[in-house]
T-cell receptor
Framework: EAGVAQSPRYKIIEKRQSVAFWCNPISGHATLYWYQQILGQGPKLLIQFQNNGVVDDSQLPKDRFSAERLKGVDSTLKIQPAKLEDSAVYLC??????????????FGSGTQLSVL | DQQVKQNSPSLSVQEGRISILNCDYTNSMFDYFLWYKKYPAEGPTFLISISSIKDKNEDGRFTVFLNKSAKHLSLHIVPSQPGDSAVYFCAASPGGFKTIFGAGTRLFVKA
C-alpha cells in the first residue's frame, strides 16, 4: 500500500515570496490534514478536510495561508507571502474511516521549509 | 495553551531496560490517546493508542497506561532496544477528531 506522498521534500525561499506544497493521501482515506511542526514543538493542526470540505481551519492563518482539496483526493497548501516564522516542517496526513470517529493518522515525510 | 504536555524533552536508557515516557493533558473532553514515533527526516508513525474507557493497552513491547483522574498517560517500552531511539509524541483527541500533539520526548537507547 502506497503511503502519503508529499512534495517538494525541501524548499528554501526568501521572506515575502510565495510557496506551495502538494500532498496525495493514501487511497480511500477521506480525511486529510495539514500540520505545521516548528523545531522543538509538536505538530500543530492547520486544516482538516473531510473529502473536499473543510472540517476545521481554526488555526490556519488565513491572511497568508490557503489550502484546497479539489475532487476530494490530493491537496495543496499555499503560503503567500511567507514570513520568517513560517520556517517549519509541513506535514500532510490522512486517515481512514474509523468506527466511532477515532482517528489514526498516517503521515507523509513532510516538506521542510526555510524562509530566509 | 498547551493541552498536551510532555515535560521531559529527552530520556536516555540502557538497552534492555525499561523506558517510561510521560504525558499530561488538561482537557477533560479528550477521550482517545495515541503515541506516535518519529525518526529523523520521516513523518510520525502510529505506535499505540488507548480509549478513555480503558486504563491499559498492550502491544508487544509497548504498553500505554491511562490515569484519567490524574489526566496522565505513560508509554512503557520493555525491553528497550537501540532501534527504539526516536522522538515520541503523545497525542489526544476529543471525540476522535482534531488530534492535538505534545512537544515530544527524544528517547536515546544506549547499546
Amino acid at each position: 500500500e502506497a503511503g502519503v506522498a508529499q512534495s517538494p521534500r525541501y524548499k528554501i525561499i526568501e521572506k515575502r515570496q510565495s510557496v506551495a506544497f502538494w500532498c496525495n493521501p493514501i487511497s480511500g482515506h477521506a480525511t486529510l490534514y495539514w500540520y505545521q511542526q516548528i523545531l522543538g514543538q509538536g505538530p500543530k493542526l492547520l486544516i482538516q478536510f473531510q473529502n473536499n470540505g473543510v472540517v476545521d481551519d481554526s488555526q490556519l492563518p488565513k491572511d497568508r495561508f490557503s489550502a484546497e482539496r479539489l475532487k476530494g483526493v490530493d491537496s495543496t497548501l499555499k503560503i503567500q507571502p511567507a514570513k520568517l516564522e513560517d520556517s517549519a516542517v509541513y506535514l500532510c496526513a490522512s486517515s481512514p474511516p474509523q468506527a466511532g470517529g477515532n482517528e489514526k493518522l498516517f503521515f507523509g515525510s513532510g516538506t521542510q521549509l526555510s524562509v530566509l | 495553551d498547551q493541552q498536551v504536555k510532555q515535560n521531559s524533552p529527552s530520556l536516555s536508557v540502557q538497552e534492555g531496560r525499561i523506558s517510561i515516557l510521560n504525558c499530561d493533558y488538561t482537557n477533560s473532553m479528550f477521550d482517545y490517546f495515541l503515541w506516535y514515533k518519529k525518526y529523523p527526516a520521516e513523518g510520525p508513525t502510529f505506535l499505540i493508542s488507548i480509549s478513555s474507557i480503558k486504563d491499559k493497552n498492550e502491544d508487544g513491547r509497548f504498553t500505554v497506561f491511562l490515569n484519567k483522574s490524574a489526566k496522565h498517560l505513560s508509554l512503557h517500552i520493555v525491553p528497550s532496544q537501540p532501534g527504539d531511539s526516536a522522538v515520541y509524541f503523545c497525542a489526544a483527541s476529543p471525540g476522535g477528531f482534531k488530534t492535538i500533539f505534545g512537544a515530544g520526548t527524544r528517547l536515546f537507547v544506549k547499546a
